[in-house]
T-cell receptor, first 113, second 117 residues
Framework: AQTVTQSQPEMSVQEAETVTLSCTYD???????LFWYKQPPSRQMILVIR??????QNATENRFSVNFQKAAKSFSLKISDSQLGDTAMYFC??????????FGTGTSLTVIP | NAGVMQNPRHLVRRRGQEARLRCSPM?????VYWYRQLPEEGLKFMVY????????ESGMPKERFSAEFPKEGPSILRIQQVVRGDSAAYFC???????????????FGPGTRLTVL
């Protein structure tokens, strides 16, 4: 069975500062993908960043980067130079070989002006 | 290329009525997924479909819920005899054909918020 755990229900960060959102997961599979999705107040789910489990190099997308620790089954998201538009719910997700996605319960991030 | 479309965005039903939620995947996408999001919770997988086939419905309640993705037209999530506990946001996502490789990215629609009175 696969599980995804986000232990930070809420976080806040000052505008222009850096914040890290935590995610841990559990899976018995060796090939899987990890994702961070953003859900703003509009409720649409927006892909932020993805990581292939077989790649050791951490994925980066502009101000967003991940710290992927495969042995520890940890997949944290770092947002640099936080902007007001980053205020949203952030969901960590795992996709298994059966093409199923498993989502964490989310972290509500507020960027403070 | 338009994104994933869902309609209606908001749907109100009384207990016992039927709810039909529609999802049009992105152009060229042949995989559709339905998720349910209860208040203050993450998304829960319901069903995974390809054109005219249900691939995995392990997350869908055995009764009252059904899904289809016909050869032509949108995917439909149908909830019969709705109850208050069905009130939630229902998200659809699509991904391109795998072509032998695993699809690794899902594109989500804006969701349908179902309220059962």
């Amino acid at each position: 069975a696969q599980t995804v755990t986000q232990s930070q229900p809420e976080m806040s960060v000052q505008e222009a500062e850096t914040v890290t959102l935590s995610c841990t997961y559990d899976t018995s599979e060796n090939n899987y993908y990890l994702f961070w999705y953003k859900q703003p107040p509009s409720r649409q789910m927006i892909l932020v960043i993805r990581q292939e489990a077989y790649k050791q190099q951490n994925a980066t997308e502009n101000r967003f980067s991940v710290n992927f620790q495969k042995a520890a089954k940890s997949f944290s998201l770092k947002i640099s130079d936080s902007q007001l538009g980053d205020t949203a719910m952030y969901f960590c997700a795992l996709r298994n070989t059966g093409n199923q996605f498993y989502f964490g319960t989310g972290t509500s991030l507020t960027v403070i002006p | 290329n338009a994104g994933v479309m869902q309609n209606p965005r908001h749907l109100v039903r009384r207990r016992g009525q039927e709810a039909r939620l529609r999802c049009s995947p992105m152009k060229g996408h042949s995989h559709v997924y339905w998720y349910r999001q209860l208040p203050e919770e993450g998304l829960k997988f319901m069903v995974y479909l390809q054109k005219e086939n249900i691939i995995d419905e392990s997350g869908m309640p055995k009764e009252r819920f059904s899904a289809e993705f016909p050869k032509e037209g949108p995917s439909i999530l149908r909830i019969q005899q709705v109850v208050r506990g069905d009130s939630a946001a229902y998200f659809c996502a699509s991904s391109p054909p795998s072509g032998g490789r695993r699809t690794d990215t899902q594109y989500f629609g804006p969701g349908t918020r179902l309220t059962v009175l």
